[in-house]
């Protein structure tokens, strides 16, 4: 049964300056509605300065590529338990991960609805490799290297994990094996696959190339800033994207970490994160904050 949709057939009451009626309590309230949204539109962040998703990512199924990522997360998982490399879930820093996670992934889905439905897993390999990643789906790793040689801050973690879960949420992956997909089948058919929507047999042959997937320079640049904005709502200072990158930068001085080797970083890019610092700032400012402070491995 339907609810009958109410009649509005009074003309509106014209009432005297400073009214305290229940109608101009409804205005008040109205106007202060608006005035929230206009606090909102002032603190939307990055999203103007993130572009729509690539033409690409329609090339191939994004249900195939989260599979795919699935598969090859697990089998990581299990090479590293054989090897006695995986992280129990009582390890301090194990703790330390999903505590940060748990923080950040609810303001996912706002980047991307899928996000939603994802099976979020954040776990720790027991590496001395300066590197860690987030697979389509959200399947996050961080290696005991990059926490411990780096000492990173709490802040500076969330950092780097807002950094790879932005990779999943803009669909970098999908992005780079559509590209891919185009390339082998030929730019002649190429509008006639972004009708159809999938490529599945390519999709199903580049699953095993999740974990080396090298992107490019722009999707890093996006990567950085709507990982600021991550990290910045769930109340992590976004300004230890600077010393995280000065660290890198340190770190590399040596041999390269693998970290680094599909993450270009330099002066240029700690100049871009510090650009964007004055549209994020506020949403940490106004974030409430981690009850607890966890920090790294004991150098």
Known sequence: MQTPVPRIDRKPEWHAPGC????????????????????????????????????FTRLVSADQVEAAAVQQYQQ??????????????????????????????????SWNERATRWKW?????????????????????????????LQLSDDEVATIMGHEAAHALREHARERMGKSAATQVGAGVLSALLGLG????????????????EFSREDESEADIVGMELAARAGYDPRAGVSL???????????????????????????????????????????????????????
């Open 76 to 109: 990581m998982l299990r090479e590293a338990a054989q090897q006695k490399a995986l992280g129990p879930a009582e390890h301090p820093q194990v703790i330390r991960l999903r505590a940060i996670a748990h923080r950040i992934i609810p303001f996912t889905p």
């Open 245 to 299: 990158w000065n660290k890198m930068m340190q770190a590399s001085k040596g041999a390269p970490p693998q970290f680094l080797s599909t993450h270009p970083s330099g002066p240029n890019r700690i100049r871009d994160i510090e650009a964007k610092l004055p549209k994020v700032m506020p949403l940490y400012e106004s974030a409430p904050k981690p009850p607890v402070n966890y920090g790294p491995p004991p150098p």
């Open 121 to 149: 897993e954040i776990n720790l390999i027991g590496s001395r490799q300066l590197n860690a990643f987030c697979m389509p789906g959200g399947k996050i790793a961080f290696y005991y290297g990059i926490l411990k040689q």
């Open 20 to 55: 305290r009626c229940a109608l101009h309590g409804r205005r008040l309230f109205a106007g202060a509605l608006l005035a929230a949204g206009d606090v909102a539109w002032a603190q939307e962040g990055v999203r103007p300065d993130v572009g729509n998703t690539s033409r």
């Open 198 to 213: 999938q490529v599945g047999n390519t999709v199903l042959n580049m699953g095993s190339q999740l974990l080396t997937l």
